[in-house]
């Protein structure tokens, strides 16, 4: 059973950054620890600027799949545009654009657990990204559905300035995360 959560259009660069805002809310809202949901938002983010940049536009929906554990956040992402020409090439990561092409896709694949593109010369293009809600994670019930949508469609998306603060707070995070790594793993080295 699939729950229709939240739909965003992408009409103007800054729907990219409420994308990628709601895209953090909902994983919070399902159970995401905080690196899953900097993967989700992240891996939204990317492919929402793409759609912008390439296709002028398109839309990203939200929604809840299966109605027991484990459940799935499905996040498609649409357009009306071009089409992506060689998709093989850019997923090998051997395509080279100057404008950076490819790369969205590419993170996305590493970002989510599964990634799916459907894309024609003149048609468009549908990726469709999915990612197991946590073990942890209470089944989500379609009473709490309707609370989540209730929440998301009243809380207003912060501004292009915030949004910042909060990616470099989870930046700054990830490199913390890193060099403590780093550090221990020299010293189990040593």
Known sequence: MSNPLLTVALRYEQDVVVARQRARQISNLLGFDGQDQTRIATAVSEIACNVYRY?????????????????????????KGPGIADV?????????????????????????DRVEIRTAPGQGTDITLRKLLPARASLVTPAQVGRMIQELTTRPPVGPNEELQQQNQELIRALTEL????????????
């Not at 554990?69 to 649409?78: A, F, G, M």
């Not at 093989?88 to 590493?110: C, E, F, K, P």
């Not at 060099?179 to 040593?190: K, P």
């Open 179 to 190: 060099r403590e790594r780093q550090d221990e793993l020299m010293r189990l080295n040593h």
């Open 88 to 112: 093989a090439l850019v997923l090998s990561g051997q395509y080279r654009s100057n404008t950076g092409m490819g790369i969205g896709l590419i993170g996305a694949h590493r970002l989510m």
């Open 55 to 79: 296709a002028g536009g398109g839309k990203v929906e939200f929604t809840l799949d299966g109605d027991s554990s484990p459940q799935l956040l499905v996040v498609k992402v649409s357009d």
